[in-house]
T-cell receptor, first 113, second 114 residues
Framework: DSGVTQTPKHLITATGQRVTLRCSPR?????VYWYQQSLDQGLQFLIQ???????AKGNILERFSAQQFPDLHSELNLSSLELGDSALYFC????????????FGAGSRLTVL | SQQGEEDPQALSIQEGENATMNCSYK?????LQWYRQNSGRGLVHLIL?????REKHSGRLRVTLDTSKKSSSLLITASRAADTASYFC??????????????FGTGTRLLVSP
């Protein structure tokens, strides 16, 4: 157990739907990162939050949004889902925004039918 | 686009042999990291090497870094079946920006057969 908790572990939904993925960072970590891993795109950085504020943005679609709450948990919202959004979504956390080593959660596997 | 590209994409060896994976990247970095991912699971940090270091060891792992060639290699010695996993290099793409955007390569799938 890495200390980073992601829910749900698996999610199956239909095109056009909206889902929310949740991440609780490791105790004491202030920064949360979201990554998408699909077979054809590898591991893509989506977005980073530090202590509630957005710090870095990657290849995140406009249909996707995220936020980090005062208790430091984070949610990734995916809307108007398409087949191509099927992927593993990972959350990772670090102590600070400049910390080097990421601790990953087990991931949320999203399947869009 | 990916910052790092691993080579080879896949590697199959026998237990006891050494496995070498290479990573090339495009821009200046503060550090380079290697992570391991067992099938469908979260990534686990293995080792970090800073831009001013040339070689680092951790147990059966040896990492080298050549900043002039923008490349790194990961050597796993005396491999075991339990080493079967995907291995990713990752570089920080936020040099001098005060924050870290860790960008991962495409990964090398290692299969170690008993």
């Amino acid at each position: 157990d890495s200390g980073v908790t992601q829910t749900p572990k698996h999610l199956i939904t239909a095109t056009g739907q909206r889902v929310t993925l949740r991440c609780s960072p490791r105790s004491g970590d202030l920064s949360v990162y979201w990554y998408q891993q699909s077979l054809d795109q590898g591991l893509q950085f989506l977005i980073q939050y530090y202590n509630g504020e957005e710090r870095a943005k990657g290849n995140i679609l406009e249909r996707f949004s995220a936020q980090q709450f005062p208790d430091l948990h984070s949610e990734l919202n995916l809307s108007s889902l398409e087949l191509g959004d099927s992927a593993l979504y990972f959350c990772a956390s670090t102590r600070s925004s400049g910390a080097n080593v990421l601790t990953f959660g087990a991931g949320s596997r999203l399947t869009v039918l | 686009s990916q910052q790092g590209e691993e080579d080879p994409q896949a590697l199959s060896i026998q237990e006891g042999e050494n496995a070498t994976m290479n990573c090339s990247y495009k821009t200046s970095i503060n550090n380079l990291q290697w992570y391991r991912q067992n099938s469908g699971r979260g990534l686990v940090h293995l080792i970090l090497i800073r831009s001013n270091e040339r070689e680092k060891h951790s147990g059966r792992l040896r990492v080298t870094l050549d900043t002039s060639k923008k490349s790194s290699s990961l050597l796993i010695t005396a491999s075991r079946a339990a080493d079967t996993a995907s291995y990713f290099c990752a570089t920080d793409a936020g040099v001098n920006t005060g924050f870290q955007k860790l960008v991962f390569g495409t990964g090398t799938r290692l299969l170690v057969s008993p």
